[in-house]
Protein backbone atom coordinates (compact mmCIF):
# COMPACT_ATOMS: atom_id res chain seq x y z
CA UNK A 1 0.00 0.00 0.00
CA UNK A 2 1.12 3.53 -0.64
CA UNK A 3 0.77 5.82 2.02
CA UNK A 4 0.77 9.75 0.98
CA UNK A 5 1.00 12.36 3.64
CA UNK A 6 1.15 15.71 2.09
CA UNK A 7 -1.05 18.45 0.82
CA UNK A 8 -4.12 19.07 -1.26
CA UNK A 9 -4.44 22.21 -3.02
CA UNK A 10 -6.76 23.64 -5.47
CA UNK A 11 -4.95 25.18 -8.02
CA UNK A 12 -5.67 28.10 -9.89
CA UNK A 13 -4.30 28.36 -13.62
CA UNK A 14 -3.69 31.31 -15.54
CA UNK A 15 -2.40 30.95 -19.17
CA UNK A 16 0.03 33.90 -19.98
CA UNK A 17 2.32 34.45 -23.19
CA UNK A 18 5.47 35.36 -20.84
CA UNK A 19 5.45 35.96 -16.94
CA UNK A 20 4.62 39.25 -15.67
CA UNK A 21 7.84 41.44 -14.73
CA UNK A 22 7.93 43.34 -11.37
CA UNK A 23 4.80 46.20 -11.27
CA UNK A 24 3.82 44.78 -14.71
CA UNK A 25 -0.25 43.68 -15.73
CA UNK A 26 -0.89 41.10 -17.98
CA UNK A 27 -4.26 40.25 -18.93
CA UNK A 28 -5.23 36.32 -19.59
CA UNK A 29 -8.88 35.28 -20.71
CA UNK A 30 -9.81 33.35 -17.29
CA UNK A 31 -8.38 31.27 -15.01
CA UNK A 32 -9.00 27.14 -15.18
CA UNK A 33 -9.42 25.85 -11.51
CA UNK A 34 -7.96 22.21 -11.22
CA UNK A 35 -6.96 19.81 -8.43
CA UNK A 36 -3.43 20.01 -7.09
CA UNK A 37 -0.82 20.11 -4.08
CA UNK A 38 2.35 18.03 -4.32
CA UNK A 39 0.52 15.53 -1.86
CA UNK A 40 -2.61 14.84 -3.83
CA UNK A 41 -1.26 14.83 -7.19
CA UNK A 42 1.08 12.55 -6.11
CA UNK A 43 -1.40 10.19 -4.74
CA UNK A 44 -3.10 10.37 -7.73
CA UNK A 45 -0.49 9.24 -10.05
CA UNK A 46 0.05 6.49 -7.95
CA UNK A 47 -3.41 5.51 -8.40
CA UNK A 48 -3.84 6.31 -11.73
CA UNK A 49 -0.51 4.21 -12.19
CA UNK A 50 -2.31 1.03 -10.65
CA UNK A 51 -1.68 1.75 -6.71
CA UNK A 52 -3.31 1.40 -3.98
CA UNK A 53 -3.04 4.45 -2.17
CA UNK A 54 -4.46 5.72 0.95
CA UNK A 55 -4.14 9.97 1.87
CA UNK A 56 -3.31 11.92 4.69
CA UNK A 57 -3.67 15.38 4.68
CA UNK A 58 -5.68 18.45 5.70
CA UNK A 59 -8.17 20.99 4.14
CA UNK A 60 -10.49 23.33 5.16
CA UNK A 61 -14.29 23.66 6.06
CA UNK A 62 -15.17 25.48 2.71
CA UNK A 63 -16.23 24.78 -0.71
CA UNK A 64 -13.01 24.37 -2.16
CA UNK A 65 -12.00 21.97 -0.44
CA UNK A 66 -14.02 19.91 -2.71
CA UNK A 67 -11.46 20.15 -5.31
CA UNK A 68 -8.67 17.99 -4.56
CA UNK A 69 -10.86 15.58 -2.49
CA UNK A 70 -13.23 15.02 -5.24
CA UNK A 71 -10.37 14.37 -7.53
CA UNK A 72 -8.99 11.58 -5.26
CA UNK A 73 -11.77 9.96 -4.76
CA UNK A 74 -12.74 9.87 -7.81
CA UNK A 75 -9.19 7.48 -8.13
CA UNK A 76 -10.54 4.88 -5.59
CA UNK A 77 -7.84 6.95 -3.08
CA UNK A 78 -9.06 6.11 0.75
CA UNK A 79 -9.64 9.52 1.71
CA UNK A 80 -10.80 8.69 5.22
CA UNK A 81 -7.32 10.13 6.72
CA UNK A 82 -8.21 13.44 5.64
CA UNK A 83 -7.74 16.21 8.65
CA UNK A 84 -10.89 18.67 8.23
CA UNK A 85 -9.12 21.96 9.75
CA UNK A 86 -10.28 25.30 10.72
CA UNK A 87 -7.80 26.86 7.72
CA UNK A 88 -8.75 27.56 4.68
CA UNK A 89 -8.00 24.80 1.86
CA UNK A 90 -4.42 24.99 0.89
CA UNK A 91 -4.84 27.19 -2.69
CA UNK A 92 -1.96 27.90 -5.19
CA UNK A 93 -2.03 30.73 -8.27
CA UNK A 94 -0.37 29.15 -10.79
CA UNK A 95 0.88 31.25 -14.28
CA UNK A 96 1.95 28.43 -16.73
CA UNK A 97 3.89 30.64 -20.05
CA UNK A 98 4.12 29.65 -23.57
CA UNK A 99 6.61 27.11 -23.20
CA UNK A 100 4.19 25.56 -20.61
CA UNK A 101 6.89 26.99 -18.13
CA UNK A 102 5.16 27.99 -14.59
CA UNK A 103 5.53 29.76 -11.63
CA UNK A 104 3.69 28.78 -8.69
CA UNK A 105 2.63 30.69 -5.19
CA UNK A 106 1.01 28.16 -2.32
CA UNK A 107 -1.37 29.40 0.41
CA UNK A 108 -0.40 26.96 2.51
CA UNK A 109 -3.69 27.23 4.64
CA UNK A 110 -5.04 23.67 6.11
CA UNK A 111 -1.89 22.30 5.09
CA UNK A 112 0.33 24.01 7.83
CA UNK A 113 -2.35 21.93 10.15
CA UNK A 114 -1.42 18.02 9.61
CA UNK A 115 -0.46 16.07 12.13
CA UNK A 116 1.79 12.92 11.79
CA UNK A 117 -0.51 11.42 15.38
CA UNK A 118 -3.25 11.11 13.02
CA UNK A 119 -1.95 8.30 11.02
CA UNK A 120 -2.41 5.19 12.74
CA UNK A 121 0.12 2.50 13.34
CA UNK A 122 -1.63 -0.32 11.55
CA UNK A 123 -1.40 1.94 8.30
CA UNK A 124 2.80 1.58 8.65
CA UNK A 125 4.30 -1.72 8.43
CA UNK A 126 6.75 -3.92 5.86
CA UNK A 127 4.19 -3.17 3.02
CA UNK A 128 4.02 0.48 3.18
CA UNK A 129 5.78 2.33 1.09
CA UNK A 130 5.50 5.93 2.59
CA UNK A 131 5.68 8.99 0.07
CA UNK A 132 6.12 12.67 1.45
CA UNK A 133 7.11 15.93 -0.04
CA UNK A 134 7.74 19.36 2.15
CA UNK A 135 4.19 21.09 1.82
CA UNK A 136 3.14 20.04 5.42
CA UNK A 137 5.23 20.94 8.55
CA UNK A 138 8.55 19.70 8.01
CA UNK A 139 8.51 18.13 12.06
CA UNK A 140 5.18 16.20 11.09
CA UNK A 141 6.69 14.55 8.21
CA UNK A 142 10.30 13.68 10.39
CA UNK A 143 8.12 12.62 13.26
CA UNK A 144 6.37 10.36 10.85
CA UNK A 145 9.36 9.18 8.84
CA UNK A 146 11.18 8.06 11.96
CA UNK A 147 7.77 5.45 13.01
CA UNK A 148 7.58 4.40 9.75
CA UNK A 149 11.09 3.32 9.58
CA UNK A 150 10.84 1.63 12.83
CA UNK A 151 7.66 -0.60 11.22
CA UNK A 152 9.72 -1.46 8.65
CA UNK A 153 7.99 0.79 5.86
CA UNK A 154 9.83 2.13 2.26
CA UNK A 155 9.85 5.76 2.30
CA UNK A 156 10.07 8.46 -0.36
CA UNK A 157 11.40 11.60 0.52
CA UNK A 158 10.69 14.58 -2.20
CA UNK A 159 12.41 17.70 -1.00
CA UNK A 160 9.77 19.82 -2.94
CA UNK A 161 9.37 23.13 -2.36
CA UNK A 162 13.12 23.41 -1.78
CA UNK A 163 14.60 22.92 1.92
CA UNK A 164 17.75 22.16 3.99
CA UNK A 165 17.32 19.13 5.90
CA UNK A 166 19.61 17.66 8.22
CA UNK A 167 21.70 14.63 7.28
CA UNK A 168 19.90 12.91 10.14
CA UNK A 169 16.77 13.48 9.12
CA UNK A 170 17.81 12.81 5.36
CA UNK A 171 18.87 9.29 6.40
CA UNK A 172 15.23 8.24 7.74
CA UNK A 173 14.40 8.36 3.84
CA UNK A 174 15.39 5.46 1.71
CA UNK A 175 14.85 7.45 -1.54
CA UNK A 176 15.31 11.27 -2.09
CA UNK A 177 13.62 12.58 -4.86
CA UNK A 178 15.27 16.01 -6.02
CA UNK A 179 14.99 18.63 -8.83
CA UNK A 180 17.95 20.63 -9.95
CA UNK A 181 16.97 22.94 -7.55
CA UNK A 182 16.36 21.27 -4.49
CA UNK A 183 19.44 19.05 -4.79
CA UNK A 184 20.98 22.29 -4.49
CA UNK A 185 20.03 22.81 -1.47
CA UNK A 186 20.42 19.68 -0.01
CA UNK A 187 23.84 19.67 -1.04
CA UNK A 188 24.63 22.52 -0.21
CA UNK A 189 22.95 22.27 3.45
CA UNK A 190 25.29 18.23 3.69
CA UNK A 191 28.29 19.69 2.70
CA UNK A 192 28.51 23.71 3.11
CA UNK A 193 29.70 24.10 -0.68
CA UNK A 194 28.05 24.12 -4.32
CA UNK A 195 28.96 21.11 -6.67
CA UNK A 196 29.14 21.41 -10.04
CA UNK A 197 27.74 18.37 -12.00
CA UNK A 198 24.31 16.70 -11.41
CA UNK A 199 26.25 12.91 -11.38
CA UNK A 200 28.45 13.97 -8.65
CA UNK A 201 25.82 15.56 -6.19
CA UNK A 202 23.86 12.67 -6.42
CA UNK A 203 26.32 10.73 -5.66
CA UNK A 204 27.49 12.40 -2.72
CA UNK A 205 23.76 12.98 -1.91
CA UNK A 206 23.62 8.90 -1.74
CA UNK A 207 26.79 8.29 -0.14
CA UNK A 208 25.74 10.43 2.55
CA UNK A 209 22.34 9.59 3.77
CA UNK A 210 23.23 5.77 2.25
CA UNK A 211 19.69 6.14 0.13
CA UNK A 212 19.22 6.33 -3.01
CA UNK A 213 19.15 9.69 -4.57
CA UNK A 214 17.31 10.71 -7.68
CA UNK A 215 17.78 13.93 -10.01
CA UNK A 216 15.32 14.62 -12.14
CA UNK A 217 16.52 17.10 -14.66
CA UNK A 218 13.11 18.07 -17.10
CA UNK A 219 14.08 17.37 -20.64
CA UNK A 220 17.21 15.84 -19.66
CA UNK A 221 15.79 12.72 -18.27
CA UNK A 222 16.73 11.56 -14.42
CA UNK A 223 20.33 10.83 -13.03
CA UNK A 224 20.34 8.19 -9.99
CA UNK A 225 22.42 6.68 -7.21
CA UNK A 226 22.17 3.73 -5.36
CA UNK A 227 25.17 2.74 -3.09
CA UNK A 228 28.05 3.90 -5.20
CA UNK A 229 26.21 3.10 -8.73
CA UNK A 230 25.28 6.26 -10.82
CA UNK A 231 23.05 5.73 -13.38
CA UNK A 232 20.56 7.95 -16.47
CA UNK A 233 17.23 7.48 -17.56
CA UNK A 234 16.38 9.86 -20.37
CA UNK A 235 13.27 11.44 -20.65
CA UNK A 236 10.43 10.80 -22.93
CA UNK A 237 10.42 13.30 -26.11
CA UNK A 238 7.39 15.70 -25.44
CA UNK A 239 6.32 18.61 -26.40
CA UNK A 240 5.23 20.15 -23.19
CA UNK A 241 1.75 21.94 -22.61
CA UNK A 242 2.42 22.42 -18.83
CA UNK A 243 5.18 21.10 -16.82
CA UNK A 244 3.00 21.71 -13.31
CA UNK A 245 2.84 18.02 -11.43
CA UNK A 246 5.16 16.74 -13.68
CA UNK A 247 7.53 16.00 -10.68
CA UNK A 248 4.59 15.02 -8.98
CA UNK A 249 3.86 12.68 -11.54
CA UNK A 250 7.38 11.12 -11.52
CA UNK A 251 7.46 10.58 -7.20
CA UNK A 252 3.56 8.82 -7.49
CA UNK A 253 4.69 6.72 -10.21
CA UNK A 254 8.02 5.56 -9.14
CA UNK A 255 6.15 4.41 -5.37
CA UNK A 256 3.34 2.80 -7.70
CA UNK A 257 6.31 0.79 -9.59
CA UNK A 258 8.14 -0.13 -6.45
CA UNK A 259 5.06 -1.74 -4.64
CA UNK A 260 4.35 -3.67 -7.88
CA UNK A 261 8.08 -5.24 -7.41
CA UNK A 262 9.99 -3.31 -9.78
CA UNK A 263 13.34 -2.56 -8.67
CA UNK A 264 14.75 0.89 -8.93
CA UNK A 265 16.41 1.72 -12.41
CA UNK A 266 12.96 0.30 -13.67
CA UNK A 267 10.24 1.77 -11.56
CA UNK A 268 12.80 5.08 -12.63
CA UNK A 269 11.93 4.07 -16.41
CA UNK A 270 8.53 4.11 -15.73
CA UNK A 271 8.41 6.89 -13.74
CA UNK A 272 10.22 9.12 -16.31
CA UNK A 273 8.01 8.35 -19.12
CA UNK A 274 4.31 8.84 -17.06
CA UNK A 275 6.46 12.43 -16.11
CA UNK A 276 6.74 13.51 -19.96
CA UNK A 277 3.02 12.10 -20.52
CA UNK A 278 1.89 14.18 -17.39
CA UNK A 279 2.86 17.48 -19.47
CA UNK A 280 0.49 17.29 -22.41
CA UNK A 281 -2.38 19.22 -21.06
CA UNK A 282 -3.20 22.10 -18.44
CA UNK A 283 -3.26 21.12 -14.68
CA UNK A 284 -1.46 18.82 -12.49
CA UNK A 285 -3.36 15.97 -12.74
CA UNK A 286 -5.31 16.42 -16.22
CA UNK A 287 -2.91 14.42 -18.12
CA UNK A 288 -1.69 11.91 -15.60
CA UNK A 289 -1.39 8.34 -17.36
CA UNK A 290 -2.74 4.94 -16.83
CA UNK A 291 -0.48 1.69 -16.21
CA UNK A 292 -1.10 1.07 -19.94
CA UNK A 293 -0.01 4.41 -21.66
CA UNK A 294 3.47 4.07 -19.78
CA UNK A 295 3.76 0.73 -21.07
CA UNK A 296 2.93 2.32 -24.37
CA UNK A 297 5.91 4.75 -24.54
CA UNK A 298 8.34 2.56 -22.07
CA UNK A 299 10.78 1.34 -24.79
CA UNK A 300 11.46 5.13 -25.06
CA UNK A 301 13.25 5.46 -22.03
CA UNK A 302 16.38 4.66 -22.14
CA UNK A 303 18.76 3.40 -19.65
CA UNK A 304 22.53 3.81 -19.12
O1 LIG B 1 3.87 20.40 -7.98
C1 LIG B 1 2.75 21.09 -8.46
C2 LIG B 1 1.89 21.52 -7.30
O2 LIG B 1 2.59 22.45 -6.54
C3 LIG B 1 0.61 22.19 -7.72
O3 LIG B 1 -0.45 21.30 -7.90
C4 LIG B 1 0.39 23.20 -6.61
O4 LIG B 1 -0.74 22.96 -5.84
C5 LIG B 1 1.66 23.19 -5.77
O5 LIG B 1 1.49 22.51 -4.60
Do not use: H, W
Amino acid sequence: MILVFGSLNADFFLSVQTFPLPGETVLTPGALIKAGGKGANQAAAAAKAGGLVKMIGAVGTDEVAKVPVTALKALGIDCSGIQVSQLATGMAMIMVDGQGENSIVVASGANTTVSADAVAQTVLNEETILVMQMEVPPEENFKLLRRAKAAGAKTILNVAPARAISESDLKLADYLILNEIEADTVYSALFEKTFLGIEEKAAAISDKTGGVCLITTGADGVVGAQRGDIFKASALPVCPVDTTGAGDAFVGIFAAMLDNGLDTRQAVRYAAAGAGLACLKIGAQESLPTLKEIESRIEEIKIS
